[in-house]
């Protein structure tokens, strides 16, 4: 029963930030095998879904990130293995999402190594994150706060 009330406390949390309720995020998480930078078939059918539903849900974006990631905390491994691994997940996942794209989208790859992971104790540090940056004003989305801030000038 836990697990269900989890994600919903999560949801809940993230949308009650005023700039989240507003500025809605695209971007999907592709875990790896601990070691491993090969894309499974169910990650690569993942990104292609992903891809296909971003476009389709916005039709302007300022640009593309993808962030790989791995850990240092695996016995045996080096901080400069560890940054080779999570160099070697995002481009692998950049060169996927280029097959995927059919739109000239400006693309930023990153990578970086982590010695713990912050955000979950359940998620690993081994994944790349995609994440379309919409170009909220030439889409025209609403204003977050319609009501002016005093002291706070546009």
């Known amino acids: 029963m836990k697990y269900i009330f989890r994600p919903l406390l999560v949801a809940a949390v993230l949308t009650s930030s005023s700039a989240m309720a507003c500025k809605p995020v695209v971007v999907t998480r592709l875990t790896f095998a601990e070691g491993s ?16 539903r971003a476009n389709s849900t916005f039709t302007k974006y300022l640009e593309v990130s993808i962030d790989g990631g791995a850990t240092v905390k695996t016995p045996g491994r080096t ?17 996927a999402y280029r097959q995927f794209q059919p739109n000239e989208i400006k693309l930023e790859t990153t990578s970086n190594i982590y010695e ?7 998620a690993g540090n081994d994944f790349v ?25 546009r």
């Open 37 to 52: 930078a090969d894309l499974e078939p169910a990650q690569i059918a993942k990104l292609a879904n992903f891809v296909d």
């Open 116 to 122: 713990d992971n912050g955000m979950s104790r359940e």
């Open 79 to 95: 901080p400069g293995e560890a940054a080779r691994l999570a160099e070697q997940r995002a481009r692998k996942v950049t060169q």
């Open 129 to 153: 994150v995609v994440q379309f940056h919409p170009d909220y004003e030439a889409l025209k989305l609403p204003d977050c706060s319609p009501v002016p801030i005093p002291g706070f000038k």
